[in-house]
Structures are given as structure tokens and as C-alpha cells.
Nanobody, 119 residues
Framework: QVQLVESGGGLVQAGDSLRLSCASS????????MGWFRQAPGKEREFVGR????????TYADSVKGRFTISRDNAKDTVFLQMSSLRLEDTAVYYC????????????WGQGTQVTVSS
């Protein structure tokens, strides 16, 4: 089993930056990819971005491309989501997730951290 814990959320103003962290514990060696997702009130959960841990390759949703950056510290089993130029529409609960294969759904999810962007 793997446990994921997000942190770093908060209330910021539009245009600000914020960095989220996702710390993993347990059988972390089984995880090959970590993803970030978000869910705004009344909306479906949406994909934000992902990183393949071994090689650091990243993919982003169009809505955040150029503003958000995912990185990882494999030694600390932590993945980061650096968010810049935040917009009101970035307000959501942000979740990290991990999976053991690129060909299956995400196996593990964190509890989420709230990000609120105000004008």
C-alpha cells in the first residue's frame, strides 16, 4: 500500500504563485507515475498534469500549460506542483495520485488540499 499526503494549499490572490507537495510513504517503489488532479465545486474532477518518476517526463492539461510545473524529489518520495499566475478558475481541491502502471487507472489518492484564488 501507498499513502499520499498533499500539503501547501491555501488562499492566494490572482496572479500569485503557490507550491503544493505530495509526500508518499509505504511501498513507494511500486509507483511509476504521479498525477495531479483538481475538482472545483460542482464540477467533475479534472486532470492537471503528471510526471513519470524515473525519467521526470511531464504532461500537462492545456488549461495549466506554461503556468504549472510538476517536479519530483525521488529521494524524498515527494512530488511538487508549482503553480504560477494563478487564476480564479484554478480554485479547487487538488489531489495527487499514483499508479503502478501507465496502462491502468490511478491506484492511490491523497485526501486533497484546497486552493482558493481570490480577486
Amino acid at each position: 500500500q501507498v499513502q499520499l499526503v498533499e500539503s501547501g494549499g491555501g488562499l492566494v490572490q490572482a496572479g500569485d504563485s503557490l507550491r503544493l507537495s505530495c509526500a508518499s510513504s509505504g511501498e513507494t517503489s511500486s509507483i511509476i507515475e504521479m498525477g495531479w488532479f483538481r475538482q472545483a465545486p460542482g464540477k467533475e474532477r479534472e486532470f492537471v498534469g503528471r510526471i513519470i518518476l524515473k525519467i521526470g517526463s511531464t504532461t500537462y492539461a492545456d488549461s495549466v500549460k506554461g503556468r504549472f510545473t510538476i517536479s519530483r524529489d525521488n529521494a524524498k518520495d515527494t512530488v511538487f506542483l508549482q503553480m504560477s499566475s494563478l487564476r480564479l478558475e484554478d480554485t479547487a481541491v487538488y489531489y495527487c495520485a499514483g499508479r503502478r502502471s501507465l496502462f491502468r487507472a490511478y491506484d492511490y489518492w491523497g485526501q486533497g488540499t484546497q486552493v482558493t484564488v481570490s480577486s
